[in-house]
């Protein structure tokens, strides 16, 4: 069965547009109407990031999951591991956030997890997508079986005892003069209360949200104000999470950007010394550098590769025992810990290597030199680009001149129509000037 709402992270789209309150309050009965087993009374767990949309979808998805006698407990703003932690923690029977992640405000989502915190599974999905387009009249429960609704507390609190744990006990941070920047968004709040209880200096950017300024010019995806602060203040380390705090990119004192993959060959020796890898490797997506490849192969570790999503790559941990796994972007999933990316947790990991070897951020998060790498997004407005005949012959043309010489990744995003062109190699100009003639074709059919 073909998806029609649902992508490769949750159901996304333009807020009132795409994601509108009748589809969320459909998916509420749908999703409800799933989790109803057994006998007990079900609750669902909502959380949301700062978008002024999610006021609109969480009312809606609350009226959903009360129509089909689901109770609800609402968190308001709570990054999107919270939820999944939260929802394991609190015996509920689902969780849901609303969040577009890393895209601007005027795009909102709806994640479900199911009662193990982990994200749900094609065929779970694939059941919501058939009652979403069902009558649903006669599921609908009686006046005496309604679910109620209710804000809870406490739960910010539960979240950063629950990120503190998963470094060791006696592990300070003081001395550390951190930057933190949570891209006005859902952890504007616990990120850095956080930092501040283990004992860093901390410094907030990003902590004012208004509705719309969510990821604008701020957070993962534009680091460029975190690494001008950094160098202001004089800072350890900057650390900037996105919109729901699941992905995490760091600065270090000089200002340069630390991406996934260098978080992953830090946290990956880390845990290898510690003897704390369940695998003697890590999964990544073929988007990973080949830098990181080479680099732990030379430590004797294996990089297990997987189309792009950290559902792929949570997939492939779970299915081969792997512990340690993520995406370049900097969705870091560390399954001892956590059944979904974390930013705050992945960045405590490296603090606490920091901290064990008394080093700069510098020495310690960059681990290898990146080959060159260039990444190109098309947009397009309907059909399928791929699949014309011209730019299946640039394509092969492209493949042909690296042949040998490098890697060239083609893939549609899996959240908003676009086509992205990533190219890799040791020569930089062959690798710019075979990923610009894909471009260039895919322009042409996608005008």
Request: hydrophobic share 40%; net charge neutral; with cysteine.
């Amino acid at each position: 069965m073909a998806r029609k709402h649902f992508g490769t992270d949750g159901i996304r789209g333009r807020a009132n547009s795409a994601i509108t309150p009748e589809l969320a309050l459909k998916v509420g009965m749908s999703a409800g109407i799933v989790f109803l087993r057994g006998e007990h009374r079900h609750r669902v767990l909502i959380g949301k990031d700062t978008r002024l949309s999610g006021y609109m979808i969480e009312n809606a998805l609350v009226a959903g999951f009360t129509s089909v006698g689901v109770d609800v407990f609402l968190t308001g703003p709570m990054p999107t591991p919270a939820v999944a932690m939260l929802t394991r923690s609190m015996r509920a029977d689902a969780g849901v956030m609303i969040s577009a992640s890393h895209n601007p405000y005027d795009d909102n989502g709806i994640k479900l997890f199911g009662p193990d915190g982990y994200k749900l599974s094609n065929e779970i999905e694939l059941e919501i997508e058939k009652l979403i387009d069902a009558d649903l009249a006669k599921r609908l429960a009686k006046p005496a079986d309604l679910g109620r609704a209710k804000r809870i507390d406490g739960v910010q609190d539960r979240y950063i005892e629950f990120a503190k744990r998963t470094l060791p006990r006696n592990l300070s941070l003081d001395g550390l003069r951190v930057v933190i920047d949570c891209a006005n968004g859902a952890a504007y709040r616990v990120a850095p209360d956080a930092l501040w209880e283990l004992g860093a200096d901390v410094i907030k950017i990003g902590v004012e949200p208004d509705g719309f300024n969510i990821n604008r010019e701020c957070g993962s995806t534009a680091p460029a104000a975190l690494a001008a602060k950094v160098r202001e203040m004089r800072a350890d380390i900057g650390i900037a999470l996105d919109g729901d705090a699941d992905r995490v990119v760091l600065v270090d004192e000089k200002g340069r950007l630390v991406d996934g993959d260098q978080l992953l060959a830090v946290i990956a020796e880390s845990f290898k010394e510690d003897g704390r890898l369940a695998k003697p490797g890590i999964v990544a997506t073929v988007m990973s550098n080949l830098g990181l490849e080479r680099h732990l192969a030379a430590l004797g570790l294996k990089l297990v590769r997987t189309p792009v999503g950290d559902r792929y790559v949570l997939e492939e941990m779970r299915a081969r025992g792997y512990n340690v796994g993520g995406e370049q972007s900097g969705h870091i999933i560390l399954s001892d810990y956590t059944t979904t990316g974390d930013g705050l947790v992945s960045a405590l990991q490296v603090l606490a290597v920091v901290k064990k070897r008394a080093k700069s951020v510098s020495e310690v998060c960059h681990r290898f030199e990146p080959l060159p790498q260039v990444l190109k997004n098309v947009r397009y407005k309907t059909g399928k680009p791929l699949d014309d005949a011209k730019v299946k012959t640039a394509i092969a043309s492209a493949e042909k001149r690296l042949d040998g010489h490098g890697r060239l990744v083609i893939r549609p995003s899996g959240t908003e129509p676009v086509i992205r062109v990533m190219g890799e190699g040791e020569d930089r100009d062959l690798v710019e000037a075979v990923v610009d003639d894909v471009v260039d074709a895919l322009s042409k059919t996608a005008a």
